[in-house]
């Protein structure tokens, strides 16, 4: 009984952390777009000049 439940709780161990890897590249891919987008779209300082959108 108990090598079962080993093998039951290390397979949903397993399948949680899968989803959240899944989840995490899902967050990685929106956060490189946003980024990637912030380069296309950034605004223009008071002086004319070409601005950073970030604050680093």
């Given at each position: 009984?108990?090598?079962?439940l080993?093998?039951?709780?290390?397979?949903?161990?397993l399948?949680g952390?899968?989803f959240?890897?899944k989840?995490?590249?899902?967050?990685a891919l929106?956060?490189?777009?946003v980024?990637?987008?912030?380069?296309?779209?950034?605004?223009?300082?008071?002086?004319?000049?070409?601005g950073r959108?970030y604050?680093?």
């Amino acid at each position: 009984m108990v090598p079962i439940l080993l093998v039951l709780l290390l397979a949903l161990l397993l399948f949680g952390a899968g989803f959240a890897v899944k989840v995490l590249w899902w967050i990685a891919l929106i956060v490189l777009a946003v980024w990637l987008l912030g380069f296309l779209v950034r605004g223009t300082t008071t002086a004319g000049h070409r601005g950073r959108w970030y604050r680093w």
